[in-house]
């Protein structure tokens, strides 16, 4: 169910594997697992990330779940522990509960962590706090009976969270904890990384090449009934946590227009001045393309997506830097010729311009753009510049286990303690797991609001990398853009700077393509 109001059943604390060698679980099996246990309302509150943020609100539309947009958050707290605990960091939940707070939990999970507490602050409109658990500071606190510094904490949170803050009792916690603190609000929750008892096996495995040593969980995925069975505490956790699953209600941000400022006037007139550059004897034929391209293109709302393009294109040619002559199905488009974004005439060559682009396609078309290898990153400062820094980021990826890389970690992992698994059964189970992040090789994205509306950004690179792979922004209309560093375009300006020498009349523009010779 999606907004309605929540009766039976809820998760509020579970990761999916872009926690990162945290969770054993594919979104896919997250959300097919809580709709098997007639789950109502999921929040995804993945480590320090909220690249799932959009896999999970597909999967759970499809399968009437309502999805919850959370994130667990490394904090890094002030006091001296010489008196208790040596670690100063430790994890709590936020949840988004309305567009604000959404926003401010894409801030917030930009930022470096551990996240200083007093930060946390600055990103609580909207927000609801979940605090204990597992491995929540107050948890720490009160287990180390450090009851001074814990309700200080505890009041800091009241005051900065005021009608937000709850205390997470886990399902596997002591009673001592919730007697810690008397008047506090509780809510019920369960750290969820794995589906079956069996899998709590691969989840170690995954912590041991991931060198976490935090807390595994001691139950997989429990239903509502399942959780309560194990609850002895007051009903009042239950409605608490009820009523914060309702409280959550947050779509997400999809984009409507593209960057500009373009108009379609200027596309036609960009496209016909190209026309007439290109075909100084303009033909029936060539208006005839021309004219259907440009009713299909305008039909579709790619005018401006284009003229993008082929302003990159444009820059990069008066900076001198090298630029691929087209590749793909971009090649058969006569307006991308005309606007100089391919070098190609699809008309000379026979090529069909419905391989590229037609009425029936949602997406944007892909115009893959080549450009030397060691100038790429000229192309990406003009693009940031020209469209605004806060409008402009690289791309984010993850890396998952392979067949034989998932084999060469399980054996590793594994011990002579472990006589009734075997690396291979292991192997098969963490085949396909997510086990790093990376930036995408080419893809830029660029937005018309700031790219933070709509995905977090890890800042650890010149341009800003997204949470949210290509898919996901695609999901959210963003436009996207690959803009590709190839050595070949690098060493063919390098072979025609050699030639000029000799022959300074000589260009590779100018070789003739039938030229057998």
């Not at 999805?67 to 100063?88: N, Q, R, T």
């Not at 912590?207 to 309560?228: D, H, R, V």
């Not at 949210?468 to 853009?481: A, F, P, T, V």
């Amino acid at each position: 169910m999606d907004g309605g109001v929540i009766r039976l059943s809820v998760q509020l604390h579970t990761h999916s594997d872009y926690s990162l060698l945290r969770s054993a679980l594919t979104l896919e099996r997250l959300v097919a697992g809580a709709k098997k246990m007639e789950i109502e309302a999921l929040a995804l509150t993945d480590h320090n990330t909220t690249a799932g943020h959009v896999e999970l609100a597909r999967l759970c539309a499809q399968s009437g779940i309502k999805p919850i947009f959370g994130l667990e958050a490394d904090i890094a707290y002030p006091w001296d522990w010489s008196k208790g605990p040596s670690a100063d960091t430790a994890s709590l939940v936020l949840l988004a509960e309305n567009e604000e707070g959404y926003g401010n939990l894409l801030a917030a999970a930009s930022e470096d962590f551990p996240l200083p507490l007093h930060r946390l602050a600055d990103f609580a409109p909207g927000l609801i706090l979940l605090e204990g658990g597992l491995s929540g500071q107050l948890t720490k606190l009160s287990a180390a009976g450090l009851k001074e510094r814990a309700q200080s904490l505890n009041s800091w949170y009241a005051k900065n969270f005021p009608s937000s803050y709850y205390l997470r009792f886990d399902v596997e916690q002591s009673d001592d904890f919730r007697r810690f603190f008397p008047q506090s609000r509780f809510v019920l929750t369960q750290d969820v990384r794995y589906l079956q008892p069996s899998e709590k096996k691969v989840l170690q495995v995954l912590a041991g090449i991931g060198n976490f040593t935090g807390i595994i969980p001691k139950y997989p995925l429990l239903s509502w009934s399942q959780l309560k069975e194990k609850f002895s505490g007051p009903a009042e956790f239950l409605a608490n946590t009820l009523e914060v699953a309702e409280r959550c209600q947050v779509k997400l941000s999809r984009e409507k227009t593209w960057p500009g400022p373009f108009l379609d006037s200027d596309f036609d007139d960009q496209v016909w001045e190209g026309a007439r550059r290109r075909y100084p004897n303009l033909t029936p034929a060539v208006r005839r393309r021309i004219l259907q391209e440009v009713e299909i293109i305008k039909a579709r709302g790619f005018c401006d997506y284009f003229l993008i393009v082929a302003e990159i294109v444009r820059f990069a040619q008066s900076a001198r830097i090298p630029v691929g002559p087209g590749r793909g199905s971009a090649a058969s488009s006569i307006v991308a010729y005309c606007l100089g974004i391919t070098s190609v005439d699809p008309l000379a060559w026979g090529l069909l311009f419905e391989r590229f682009l037609n009425l029936e396609r949602e997406h944007p078309p892909d115009i893959d753009l080549d450009f030397c290898y060691e100038r790429r990153q000229e192309i990406l400062e003009f693009v940031a510049e020209r469209f605004g820094r806060d409008k402009v980021a690289q791309i984010g990826t993850y890396g998952t286990f392979g067949s034989r890389s998932a084999q060469r970690e399980a054996g590793r992992i594994l011990t002579a303690e472990d006589k009734p698994e075997t690396p291979e059964k292991l192997a098969q189970q963490i085949q396909g797991v997510k086990r790093h992040r990376a930036t995408h090789a080419a893809g830029v994205v660029i937005t018309s609001r700031p790219t933070l509306s709509y995905t977090a950004l890890y800042r650890d690179r010149k341009l800003p990398v997204t949470h949210l792979d290509m898919y996901s922004l695609e999901e959210l209309g963003l436009l996207k853009i690959d803009l590709l560093g190839l050595r070949t375009l690098t060493l063919l300006a390098r072979t025609e700077e050699k030639i000029q020498k000799r022959n300074p009349q000589f260009s590779l523009a100018q070789i003739p393509l039938k030229d057998e010779k």
